[in-house]
């Protein structure tokens, strides 16, 4: 019994570490808001590409938004998604590593805060799910799944883990033949879902062919992060000749997660795998449990200064991310949203913004394909397409935010340039300034 209870307030502590540091200690950034957008989407009843643009395959939403007809969809309940899903991560790291697992959970915050809700982080979930299935010998039908998974949560990189999946077993027919079952079977559901909600040719538009605007649009093959790449690409083959073990083939297929973004964050998620994957394949003594508690814990205080120094609001009266803190600026640009809503209540309003999802969400309105204006988000082409259609808008008001774009943001900017050199100022306000287009473009 008193084991029993051991294990519970074990997870039991580390699901609410997790949901409190994402709620409150993490700073509310606009990845969280797009994915949580998605299941939203999905949740609403409008259909990921169709309906909005998406460059991922569209499993991890699907998943979070699976919860939202019972509890509601605010970003509290996906929060708490997430705190569960990490909550299973460390106990798959516990079975994998033992001990050893208190060395990979100093990652998940140093250098970077990686267990707010991403499908990215669903992929090093998956990532080490598919570990602790090979090492128990699992049903080949089920290693074939969590692959399709992977498939359907990010193309990109799921389709490098079919390599080790089937070369593992390829003397095996039988096992081969189950394993090809068990990642073909979900990918067949999915394109009759794409055929029957007529979104097939969307789904290709933003997820195949955009992607060679994408790697256009991002990423740095010249810079300290792509060297860093090509780094961990060598120490992987070092790691697979000397070892020889299945997992260095898996781990050298979550290489490919940092392509075509070289930069921090996935070059982070990477590393983790790689020290899943050294760890098990060493021997360690020491847990370094207690060094490893102290140093998360003093982590978190320092990424936490804004909500314990400087105070914004909390609960706020954002519709939609009342329990989430964002800081007093973003409450700011959320009530002057509002007063330009009851101000132009029968027009339709375009927020040629980054946040676009921040507000579109508070609004409590249908996401479309304006709203997610990053540089190869737009599919194929997809600057020009967009450029002409809201050109065409001629009833729209583009809501505009009067702090400038960086160079280096993803935010098109030449969207943006094209629309304001056809539009007239209507309204200047503290932080948006409103435009119509001009009479003879109407």
């Known amino acids: ?203 290709s538009n933003y997820t195949i062919l955009g992607l060679f605007d994408f790697s256009k649009g991002n990423g740095d093959y010249f810079s300290i992060g792509s060297l860093t790449f090509i780094a961990f690409t060598l120490l992987s083959i070092y790691l697979k000749k000397k070892k020889q073990h299945l997992s260095c083939n898996y781990l050298f297929a979550f290489l490919s997660i940092c392509i075509p973004l070289f930069d921090l964050y996935h070059l982070s998620l990477f590393f983790i795998g790689l020290v899943i994957v050294t760890l098990k394949n060493i021997e360690i003594k020491r847990s370094f449990k207690l060094a490893s508690i102290l140093l998360i814990l003093g982590v978190t205080l320092i990424q936490g200064q804004d909500f314990l120094f400087n105070r914004s609001p909390y609960p706020n009266n954002i519709s939609n991310f009342k329990y989430r803190y964002i800081n007093q600026l973003g409450q700011n640009h959320y009530q002057e949203v509002i007063e330009i809503k009851e101000s132009y209540p029968s027009s339709q309003l375009i927020f040629l913004t980054r946040e676009a999802y921040l507000y579109r969400l508070a609004l409590n309105e249908p996401l479309s394909v304006y709203d997610l204006m990053n540089k190869g988000n737009l599919g194929y082409h997809g600057r020009e397409k967009i450029g002409n259609l809201l050109l065409k808008e001629e009833d729209a008001i583009f809501v505009v935010t009067n702090s400038k774009v960086r160079i280096d943001e993803q935010f098109e900017l030449a969207i943006l340039e094209k629309v304001l050199e056809k539009s007239e100022l209507i309204e200047k306000k503290t932080y948006f300034t409103l435009y119509r287009l001009k009479k003879e473009m109407a």
Not at 142 to 150: A, F
Request: a positive charge.
């Open 1 to 203: 019994m008193k084991k029993r209870l051991k294990i519970i307030l074990f997870y039991g502590t580390i699901f609410l570490f997790v949901l409190t540091s994402n709620l409150l200690i993490h700073e509310f950034d606009l990845d969280e808001c797009w994915n949580y957008g998605f299941s939203v989407g999905i949740f609403n009843g409008q259909i990921p590409y169709r309906d909005f643009n998406m460059v991922i395959t569209p499993f991890f939403p699907f998943l979070f938004a699976s919860f939202f007809p019972i509890f509601g969809s605010s970003i509290f309940i996906y929060h708490i998604e997430q705190a569960l899903l990490v909550t299973v991560f460390i106990y798959l790291l516990k079975k994998y590593l033992n001990e050893k697992m208190w060395l990979v959970s100093i990652f998940l915050v140093l250098p970077l805060p990686l267990f707010a809700p991403n499908y990215n982080f669903f992929l090093l979930f998956l990532f080490l799910l598919l570990l602790v299935l090979e090492e128990k010998q699992s049903h080949p039908f089920i290693l074939g799944l969590v692959t399709s998974l992977m498939i359907l949560t990010k193309h990109t990189v799921g389709a490098f883990f079919l390599i080790p999946l089937l070369y593992h077993q390829r003397k095996n027919k039988k096992e081969l033949t189950l394993r090809m079952l068990g990642t073909l079977i979900p990918l067949m559901l999915f394109a009759i879902y794409l055929i029957y909600h007529g979104a097939i040719t969307q789904f």
